[in-house]
């Protein structure tokens, strides 16, 4: 449907038969499988469970796995899939008919789930093909039903029976003729598939006529009013131009024939005037006949633009036709909302709006602007506050590209508390009046905003400046607290880099202007012209026009030698940063040519050992001429022969000495692999002797108990675990000198009571806690975290916890704020508590609200901070963290957890 942003780890994608590219994101979701071998749907169905519940997102992934499902026919199992394949995505005409269809060739059928499902498809997108199918089914089961009625009654089975009832009762002729009604009102109009609509609805009318007919009520008043519905569904049709209008006139024709009717002058008119607009739209719809995005794009805005000269259900109807042929197209939905809340502006039409702002942020639910307008929409019919905050903690389960995203959404949301306070635009309060609840309420949020984007992006990201001067205006220009946007801007200056900026001052002068004087205004200017470093100029011009306005002759000339000096101090940093700039690029350059030369030496060695390799070679192509020199040896002189004798007796020592040499470097090659390879032999029979004496069969019935004080013998452990079950053997690990090291093994009889055992990880066994963990072979598992050591956002981490406080103090707290999953406090090895803990909650909104609300409040006398878990990550092994493993962290220190990490919100 469209392309995720979705990272998933490729090791473990692999397992899943998930293709992965360089950048992580998924590509196909095919099994990998042996060639000549046939797929197992159920092996493939398991991964695409555990992939699934990794990560709902993968919308490749969710039509798979319903396409399996419905091979085999779990239909249990396909329903719960596609239930919650459709509360992540909507779902296409196509994926709903399949649905619709496999629900109806059930031999029991719930014709109001049927009917349910049908209406579920509706609200997604438009589907003049869905209505015909509706329609179509339940003529057949009012066929049906009037069958039965007709003929004797017959004992059938229960089942059957029930059925039949079930039919009577629901399906009727006003059921359907709702279904007819409300497919003409969506559809009716659609230029190509309006007239199966009009066709299915004539259908059905004549179709009842004949029931009529059957039962003899051929002179009734219901008759005749059956009569003009067929007409008027006649007359309906032609009013509206469609591909084809031939149709419609020849149903009237041989309806006014059969019926002995006189002409219509009115159905007459219509029918020429559809004649004539049907050429006109038949142009706009050749327009859409393209797969280019763009040419489609222009074709449809042209569409909308000739639809807005007629009816606003015609303007409908063309988006609707836009929403199915470009459902991502964010602009188009922007266009479309807009269209709306102009044109539904009544409380009746209330549903119909917010739904469709419902369907616009889940078909783009990356688009701030969406989420922004669905907000302003809840405002504009006065929607309870609860709703609004419940939809905005909903907006910040999404994942955004950028922090300036999640400070629109934020700014939305307080911009909606700050207009229904009653102070708004009244300036009731000032710096001297007590604060509303409402206004109490908008300052939590903003500042909740501000921690927000301080915890996730920093206190020196933009987004963080915007929601200051916000807070700062609101406080300034709505509630009449000048004292306060002071504090807002005196502590924005103070933070990364705003200071220096000259746009901080510049939004500071704007409060002070309307409501400082001209010393404060004159101090504000003189501290911008002080500390500014991206635009000094501009800050040194702001402060001479101000002195120039306002100012005597005295502080103008003061005003000008602030800015000879400001602007010569800029100059002097700047040539002082040329300065550092110039003499990096020497050092760089420095570096460039020291690397140069090593490079071109090690390409001068190596080419010296290439040509002493070859000189060596020709050497070896020459000996063979000796054999030469002894026969011309046979001709010379005795005296000769000697010298030559010796020269080749010379020649073959050398020869039998390079001989050796060679033979010697060839042993050490030889003894070098042969030493490698047997220490790979003894590495592999030391693993193997290793799994040997590890007894997994055991292992599922052992326990490993550790933190124990060195004083804990046999006898203690077998009386704490004996309730568990049969014991068969405890075993304390020593030293040589046989004291205890701390931990030991209890084995069971059978693996239940290993679960019972479990059960007691952290009790007390003397003045320590225990530790119980199952016993695992950790050459294969390594070690584990049993908690997440990454980002939690259904975890708070809260520290500055008192010694004395206790789990139960903790959830006393947070039980308020939603189900809470476990409370886990940290402790040392004596069972001292470290003053930090972890609040884990079943949902990570209640976790979200937890952390707004209950930062800074006092458990046994201190305030506690809380915030969203996310450790840091650790550069080294996780295996060497094994002490910490059971206390949830990775790190020693509570002041680490913090959430500044960006990629942390990103995997959210």
């Known amino acids: 449907r469209f392309q995720t942003d979705y990272k998933m780890d490729t090791a473990e994608d692999a397992t899943l038969g998930v293709e992965v590219n360089n950048n992580g994101n998924m590509l196909t979701v095919k099994e990998k499988t042996k060639e000549g071998e046939e797929e197992d749907p159920s092996v493939r169905i398991e991964q695409l469970e555990a992939a699934l519940f ?65 209406d579920r498809a509706h609200e997604d997108y438009l589907a003049p093909d869905l209505y015909v199918q509706e329609i179509q089914y339940f003529v057949e089961v009012l066929n049906e039903v009037k069958e039965d009625e007709g003929e004797e009654e017959e004992e059938d089975e229960d089942e059957d029976e029930e059925d039949k009832n079930n039919a009577k009762e629901i399906v009727t002729v006003n059921f359907i003729r709702d279904i007819c009604q409300n497919a003409v009102q969506s559809c009716g109009k659609h230029f190509v598939k309006g007239g199966k609509i009009w066709e299915q609805y004539l259908t059905f009318e004549l179709t009842v006529f004949g029931f009529m007919m059957q039962e003899g009520e051929s002179d009734s008043d219901a008759l005749n009013a059956q009569k003009e519905r067929v007409l008027s569904v006649i007359r309906r049709w032609i009013a509206h131009p469609h591909a084809d209008m031939d149709t419609p006139y020849h149903h009237y024709t041989q309806w006014k024939e059969t ?86 502006k009544s409380d009746r039409l209330r549903a119909h709006v917010l739904s469709q702002h419902r369907r616009s942020v889940r078909n783009c639910p990356w688009s701030v602007d969406l989420w922004c307008q669905y907000i302003n929409a809840m405002e504009r019919f006065e929607c309870d506050f609860f709703d609004v905050k419940k939809l905005f903690e909903e907006i910040l389960t999404n994942t955004f590209s950028s922090s300036g995203e999640y400070a629109r959404v934020w700014l939305c949301f307080c911009q909606y508390c700050a207009r229904a306070s009653p102070q708004h635009n009244t300036q009731q309060e000032g710096d001297g009046g007590e604060d509303s609840d409402s206004v109490v309420l908008w300052r939590s949020f903003v500042d909740a905003a501000l921690k927000y984007i301080e915890d996730y992006f920093g206190d020196g990201d933009s987004a963080y400046a915007t929601l200051s001067f916000y807070k700062a205006r609101v406080e300034a220009f709505v509630f009449a607290s000048v004292t306060r946007a002071r504090e807002v801007f005196e502590d924005l200056v103070r933070k990364g880099n705003f200071g220096k900026q ?92 020291k690397q140069q030369k090593r490079d071109g030496k090690r390409n001068r060695n190596k080419q010296q050992q290439v040509e002493e390799n070859n000189n060596s070679d020709e050497q070896q192509t020459k000996r063979p001429k000796r054999t030469e020199n002894n026969k011309v040896a046979n001709q010379l002189q005795p005296n000769e022969k000697d010298n030559v004798a010796e020269n080749n007796d010379k020649d073959e020592d050398e020869d039998e000495g390079s001989a050796v040499v060679r033979k010697t470097r060839e042993e050490v090659r030889a003894e070098r692999a042969a030493k490698k390879k047997e220490k790979e032999e003894q590495s592999h029979a030391r693993d193997e002797e290793f799994h040997k004496v590890f007894d997994e069969e055991k292992a599922k019935k052992t326990v490993f108990v550790k933190n124990l004080s060195f004083e804990v013998d046999e006898e203690a452990l077998n009386n704490r675990f004996k309730e568990c079950g049969d014991i068969v053997e405890v075993r304390v690990v020593r030293s040589k000198n046989g004291k205890s090291k701390g931990f030991a093994y209890i084995e069971f009889k059978d693996s239940s009571a290993r679960q019972f055992a479990l059960s007691k990880d952290r009790q007390f066994l003397g003045d320590r806690p225990m530790l119980v963990d199952p016993c695992i072979d950790r050459s294969k598992e390594g070690s584990r975290f049993n908690f997440s050591a990454t980002y939690d956002p259904k975890t708070l981490f809260v520290k500055n916890i008192d010694v004395k406080a206790s789990e139960n103090d903790l959830k006393e707290i947070f039980n308020k704020f939603g189900a809470l999953k ?6 040392t090895p004596t069972g001292q508590s470290r003053g930090f803990a972890y609040v884990e909650f079943e949902t990570g909104r209640d976790a979200a609200t937890a952390q707004i609300a209950s930062n800074n409040t006092k458990i046994k006398g201190k305030c506690v901070s809380v915030e969203v878990s996310n450790p840091p990550k650790r550069k080294g092994k996780v295996g060497n963290n094994r002490g910490l493993r059971r206390f949830g962290t990775t790190d020693t220190s509570p002041s680490t957890d913090t959430t500044t990490s960006s990629t942390a919100q990103t995997s959210t």
């Open 54 to 118: 990794k990560n709902p997102q993968l919308y490749d992934l969710h039509i798979e796995y319903v396409k399996l499902l419905r091979s085999v026919f779990n239909l249990p199992k396909l329903r719960n899939a596609r239930e919650r394949f459709h509360k992540h995505f909507p779902l296409t005409p196509q994926l709903w008919s399949e649905w619709i269809t496999d629900e109806c060739a059930l031999d029991v059928k719930d014709y109001r789930e049927i009917k349910s499902l049908f």
């Open 259 to 344: 019926q002995k009717l006189s002409d219509d002058e009115g159905i007459e008119q219509k029918y020429k005037k559809s004649k004539e607009k049907q050429k006109e739209y038949e142009n706009l719809e050749s327009a859409l006949d393209t797969s280019d995005a763009s040419t489609l794009r222009a074709a449809f805005a042209e569409y909308v633009s000739h639809e807005e000269k007629t009816t606003p259900d015609r303007v409908q109807l063309a988006f609707e036709r836009y929403v199915v042929a470009d459902p991502l197209n964010t602009l188009m939905w922007s266009q479309y909302i807009n269209f709306l809340d102009e044109t539904h």
């Open 502 to 593: 000259v746009a901080t001052w510049r939004e500071y002068q704007r409060i002070e202007l309307s409501f400082g004087d001209a010393n404060t205004q004159r101090k504000i200017h003189q501290r911008a012209v002080q500390f500014v470093r991206d635009s000094p100029e501009s800050a040194c011009e702001d402060y001479v026009s101000f002195e120039e306005v306002v100012g005597t002759l005295p502080q103008i000339d003061e005003a000008k030698r602030r800015q000879r000096n400001a602007l010569k101090l800029s100059e002097g940093r700047r040539k002082h940063l040329e300065q550092k700039k110039e003499k990096r690029e020497r050092a760089n350059a420095k570096t460039f040519n």
């Open 822 to 827: 476990d409370v886990r406090l940290m402790r």
